[in-house]
């Protein structure tokens, strides 16, 4: 691993960098910024770094602490994840436990907390002694979607490195370098925030035909064909489809939206790159005002599904509300 190798995030690499090559190490950081960023990666990147023997900042991939690291069996590192749907405190208490004891070589020790947003309140309160008081000397890596859900006291002992959604036209380039099929890309990067959770999508059967569910549904809504709209949003709930509805909606938003791409001349920005001849061709069917509506309604139906509720009932809505409205 190598900060070479990370995508984007030009600033917090810079700054992980620089207060490597100056020696000026935080005990502490938060890597904040959306979900799948590269967050991860980086954090093992930076361990890595102050682990290597051979470079001030970066990691050699050469040297013994390298290569414990990249075969997952250093004894210097430890990562933490929530245990069900939470980070608890006995899982606070053993890294406790763990860091009690001194490393064996220079460096510190290091631990990596992934989510660390989803902490009890009673985790939080014991990492903060933690954070003040450590026993041996440590790096901590905070990654959370939410820094500010955090304690104040937990945010005001770590130094914030700020992620950003990587751009859509740098991952769509290495996915389809990388032989992901260009269509599936386009959509996949306006659906994540980096590269992993692009890969995990694409990587998954139900991703493509969910989008082919869509393409019906939505090109059956301006042909007013009820049967055939049943038929589409029966197939969703018959199949592992029906756990992925979050993202059918953000697809259906994506479809309005490439409509009034087109109505604006801006056939570049696609998404459904492989329906461009379709969507040109109807785009007129509706008006721009319309098409926004089916958009909010789209908005409006994955906001209510994530307030749990009922997910054939938020797809029937949608649809619904598709077919209730006359052509301009």
């Not at 696609?270 to 069917?285: N, R």
């Amino acid at each position: 691993m190598s900060f070479n190798d990370i995508v984007g995030q030009e600033t917090a690499k810079q700054m992980l960098q620089n207060a490597l090559r100056r020696e000026a190490v935080s005990h502490a950081y938060l890597f904040s910024g959306p979900s799948g960023a590269g967050q991860i990666q980086t954090a093992f990147t930076f361990a890595q770094a102050l682990f290597c023997t051979e470079i001030t900042d970066d990691a050699c991939g050469r040297c013994l602490e390298c290569r414990k690291l990249e075969h997952g069996n250093h004894p210097d590192l430890t990562k933490i994840e929530p245990d069900g749907a939470s980070i608890k405190i006995d899982q606070i208490r053993e890294l406790q436990r763990i860091f009690s004891y001194r490393s064996e070589n220079r460096n510190p020790k290091v631990y990596i907390i992934d989510r660390a947003d989803k902490m009890t309140t009673q985790a939080a309160n014991s990492l903060l002694k933690f954070l003040e008081e450590p026993q041996a000397p440590a790096v901590a890596i905070l990654i959370a979607e939410n820094g500010q859900a955090l304690l104040p006291t937990i945010q005001s002992r770590t130094q914030n490195v700020p992620f950003r959604a990587l751009d859509p036209g740098m991952m769509e380039q290495v996915l389809v370098s990388e032989g992901y099929p260009a269509a599936l890309v386009r959509c996949a990067v306006h659906l994540s925030s980096g590269l992993d959770d692009c890969r995990k999508i694409l990587n998954e059967n139900w991703f493509a035909e969910i989008r082919n569910v869509v393409l019906q549904l939505g090109k059956e809504s301006l042909n007013r064909t009820g049967s055939a709209i049943i038929t589409a949003s029966q197939k969703v709930f018959k199949s592992e489809l029906s756990d992925h509805l979050d993202i059918l909606f953000s697809l259906f938003h994506l479809w309005f939206k490439d409509m009034i791409h087109v109505q604006y001349g801006r056939k570049e920005s696609l998404v459904f790159i492989d329906q461009a001849e379709y969507i040109s061709g109807h785009a007129s069917a509706r008006s721009t005002a319309q098409w926004v509506s089916y958009m909010d309604l789209a908005a409006e139906c994955q906001k209510k599904l994530r307030y749990n509720v009922n997910g054939q009932l938020c797809v029937e809505q949608l649809l619904m509300g598709l077919g209730g409205n006359t052509p301009a």
